[in-house]
């Protein structure tokens, strides 16, 4: 126990004459130091004045000269830190997070607790995230602390994985997941990197969309699907438009998801496995392509009782496949889970009907329930149950 205290006091008196600490209370872990402010003549000072100087006159996502010198000084300031650490206290690199802050610097750490010896930090322009930045990924040989420095061409929130190999050649491999572009435009990209033997640089394998498609604006994460250490990529990303329909634009509008698994190989990482996340709308237009194809056995399969087979007949959704025939509305109540679905249909020579589909959950699979015509602009609106369908209440 005495020795426990001893080491921890030994770690915290580093870091205080690394940064310039003053008095520091002791409270929670000794291996999780809190924010330090340093003395202003000391060098952590001067690199993070200089930096913050530099970053000042930054205008673009785009690296300048001044931004790399600028993330070059706080890559000095991180690699001093992780030294006071040392190999064995690298759990505790995110608190480097509050330590840039102190400095009124910005930066974002990543690191798998499996493999803590290994991090990646983002540095961004304190002045305007939206600026410039450059990642930096750190680890160690030996005792011998090493960076290097890896531009995400304006990509945030990065998430790093690394993967022990058991190979000399290539003893750790290293993915990278992070996003393009900001809120629902946002699109997941992966960069993939394999140590030398040496363990004293990483080479590219994959970079971005260039060597792999991730499958456009959505979200990922690293899951390990088969629970062997060794996490899969999973992305769930917008489907590609169902041309039956007019696209509907506004957030809450429809729509279809894809998930994919892409799983690790000796070329890095391949599509191991695509499908099309379930939900109502998914239902809906599968139930619609299968009538457009006549296949009615299918499509009935897809429902809850045979009153929405009859529904289906009598408007005239067996045999069509004519495109933009459907145009979805944004869910009742902008509902993000929901169990119905609005929609108008128009049929050449028809009036224009407005129907609501509402579907019911079995076991994790979506069948539709009913189909209600709400109104038609020559008929009164109306519940529009046929005769012998059970009640049709809102």
Request: hydrophobic residues 40%; glycine residues 10%; charged residues 20%.
């Amino acid at each position: 126990m005495k020795r426990t205290v001893f080491a921890g006091a030994l770690l915290l008196s580093a870091l205080g004459l690394l940064l310039g600490a003053g008095a520091v209370r002791a409270q929670g872990s000794a291996l999780a130091p809190k924010p330090w402010r340093p003395a202003g003549g000391d060098s952590v000072s001067v690199w993070a004045s200089e930096a913050r100087a530099l970053l000042l006159g930054s205008q673009s996502d785009v690296l300048s000269a001044d931004d790399l010198r600028a993330f070059g000084l706080q890559d000095r300031i991180a690699r001093a830190y992780f030294r006071s650490l040392g190999r064995r206290g690298m759990r505790a690199a995110s608190s480097l997070e509050n330590v840039l802050d102190t400095l009124k610097l910005s930066g974002r750490v990543s690191q798998k607790q499996e493999f803590p010896t290994f991090v990646l930090v983002q540095f961004l322009n304190p002045h305007l995230e939206s600026r410039a930045s450059l990642a930096y990924l750190y680890w160690f040989r030996g005792d011998e602390l090493r960076s290097q420095p890896i531009d995400l061409k304006g990509g945030r929130n990065a998430d790093l994985q690394v993967f022990w190999t058991g190979s000399e050649t290539a003893p750790y491999e290293a993915g990278i997941l992070h996003y393009k572009g900001q809120g629902v435009e946002s699109a997941p990209e992966l960069y993939a990197f394999r140590m030398l033997p040496k363990a004293d640089a990483w080479i590219p394998v994959q970079v971005g969309d260039a060597d792999i498609r991730l499958g456009g604006k959505g979200s990922g994460a690293w899951v390990d699907i088969d629970r062997d250490a060794n996490p899969e990529l999973v992305t769930w990303t917008d489907g590609l438009p169902d041309t039956l329909f007019i696209p509907c634009t506004e957030a809450t509008c429809p729509r279809l998801t894809t998930q994919r698994v892409f799983v690790r190989g000796r070329e890095g990482f391949r599509l191991y496995e695509q499908r099309t996340v379930a939900s109502p709308y998914a239902t809906l237009v599968l139930f619609l392509r299968a009538l457009g194809r006549n296949e009615e056995a299918f499509a009935r399969t897809l429902t809850q009782h045979a009153q929405v087979m009859v529904r289906a007949q009598e408007l005239g959704w067996v045999g069509l496949r004519r495109g933009r025939a459907f145009a979805a509305m944004p869910t009742p109540g902008n509902t993000r889970w929901p169990d119905r679905l609005r929609f108008n249909y128009a049929a050449p020579g028809r009036p224009t009907t407005f129907i609501e589909a509402r579907f019911v959950n079995l076991e994790g699979h979506w069948f539709i329930d009913e189909l209600l015509i709400l109104s038609q602009p020559s008929a009164p609106a109306r519940g529009g149950s046929i005769p012998g369908e059970r009640g049709t209440g809102p």
